[in-house]
């Protein structure tokens, strides 16, 4: 304490440091509480599936792919500049890549059966698995993924959500023409969903100081009520030319126009309220234009896939198909109905086994990618940063653990043609 006190420097960074985290606890959901939250702002728009943000023709681009891409022009520069101009003694990325394969050499091999060489069919796979996988979760929490998107407008939110729902109407209701079901289904859009909220924009931005009890509800965006929506369904019960039903034109109005038509009372607890008037503005959701791969289902899935299908390849290539087949297609009059039911228990594990590979890495990269959101919707300036280093090495845990159980599975697939051997001598 006292060197603290005797080190401008020092009492420089801690008084900038509080002073940091106070204004960060103010500016943020914490001091909304109190009537401040100055730096605040709505939740971003948290999505499972991956969105679309643009059509290459008629191939919908996702936000996941292009951080996908991302992550392989990353190591394509780093291959290039590790093997543009070699030398005998590395240095740089040479020295960085050279490091990188011979720890994975030297895995391959003493996991494999400690001799030199004996993991050689394992090493492209398993080093190309930890180096992809560790770039996509690096490159998913830059700065800008996940904040900086395009305006989902509420016609497109209500074309998206209202066709979900003319699969059901039509079902249900046979009778019905195309105008009548598409009509029903947008009543029943705004009766479900008439509270949920959406962002004001101003402009193409956010305002800092709107934080999330400054979402506008969609009934301050379309103008219904009750009565107009009763309208709307008798016009359809008694099918009635439904372009000369006002209400619905309106209605139809307001959703293309998607701004916000009236203020808005946020009730902030207690006896407390909050007056919002937006008035004009565009209301919308915001779809990311970047999104972590690793956040994405199908990307897991795919690396899943090719792990598992390669680690089914070197059981075949190393114990034939009748030999490496023969554990999962037992047959009952030979071996007995409990090998049988061994053998599918051994392919079900196949099966389990991609499917823990796929979940584990997306679930522990989406939890992630939600407790940055939460820490800077919390604490807008300082709250990610330790968490941003913690994520970092979760992303190296994580392809290491995805690379080593694809290790692993290979060498006990391979590993079976040695104990098929054995057998067959001891015969």
Same mark, same amino acid.
């Not at 993924?145 to 699969?167: K, P, Q």
């Not at 029903?184 to 193409?204: M, N, P, Q, R």
């Given at each position: ?95 960085l890549m050279e490091m990188i394969y011979e720890f994975f050499s030297n895995t391959v091999d ?75 289904? #947008? +009543? ?8 949920? $909220? &959406? =962002?004001?924009?101003?402009?193409? /931005?956010?305002? !800092? ?119 999962? #297609? +037992? ?8 090998? $049988? &039911? =061994?053998?599918?228990?051994?392919? /079900?594990?196949? !099966? ?76």
């Amino acid at each position: 304490m006292g060197k603290l006190l005797y080190s401008p420097k020092l009492l420089a960074i801690a008084i900038a440091a509080i002073a940091a985290l106070l204004v960060s606890v103010a500016g943020g959901a914490l001091g909304a509480s109190f009537g401040l939250g100055f730096l605040g702002g709505p939740i971003p728009f948290i999505s499972i599936p991956a969105e679309r943000v643009a059509y290459i023709g008629s191939y919908p681009l996702l936000n996941s792919t292009v951080m996908f891409w991302v992550g392989g022009f990353v190591l394509i520069f780093i291959a290039w500049r590790a093997g543009r101009n070699v030398k005998d003694i590395p240095s740089g990325w040479q020295n960085l890549m050279e490091m990188i394969y011979e720890f994975f050499s030297n895995t391959v091999d003493g996991v494999a059966g400690g001799t030199p060489k004996a993991g050689r069919r394992f090493l492209a796979l398993v080093s190309t698995i930890f180096l992809v996988v560790m770039i996509i979760n690096w490159v998913g929490i830059l700065p800008g993924v996940g904040s900086i998107g395009r305006i989902e407008s509420i016609e497109e939110w209500v074309h998206h959500h209202a066709a979900e729902l003319e699969a059901d109407v039509g079902a249900s209701n046979p009778e019905y023409n195309q105008e009548q079901i598409e009509a029903a289904a #947008l +009543v029943h859009l705004l009766e479900e969903h008439g509270s949920d $909220t &959406f =962002v004001a924009f101003d402009g193409i /931005f956010v305002p !800092l100081g709107q934080g999330e009890q400054a979402r506008v509800p969609l009934n301050k965006i379309v103008s219904f009520t009750d009565a107009d929506l009763h309208e709307i369904e008798l016009a359809i019960e008694h099918g009635d030319d439904l372009a000369h039903v006002g209400t619905l034109e309106s209605i139809h109005h307001d959703i293309e126009a998607g701004v916000v038509k009236s203020k808005f009372t946020y009730d902030v607890g207690g006896d407390k309220e909050t007056d919002y008037n937006f008035t004009g503005r565009t209301a919308g959701l915001l779809v990311p234009y970047f999104r972590g791969a690793s956040t994405d289902i199908n990307t897991t899935l795919a690396i899943a896939i090719i792990a598992m299908f390669t680690v089914q390849l070197w059981g075949f290539r190393a114990l034939g198909v009748r030999g490496y087949g023969g554990k999962f #297609l +037992v047959n009952p009059i030979t071996k007995g109905p409990i090998a $049988t &039911f =061994v053998g599918v228990l051994e392919a /079900f594990g196949e !099966l389990t086994r991609t499917i823990s590979f796929t979940f584990r890495l997306f679930g522990n990269m989406f939890a992630g990618e939600i407790l940055l959101i939460a820490m800077a919707f919390l604490l807008p300036l300082i709250g990610i940063i330790p968490f941003m280093g913690l994520e970092l090495f979760v992303g190296v845990i994580q392809a290491y653990i995805f690379a080593m159980l694809t290790l692993v599975f290979g060498v006990m697939a391979v590993a079976s043609h040695g104990d098929h051997d054995s057998h067959a001598e001891d015969h």
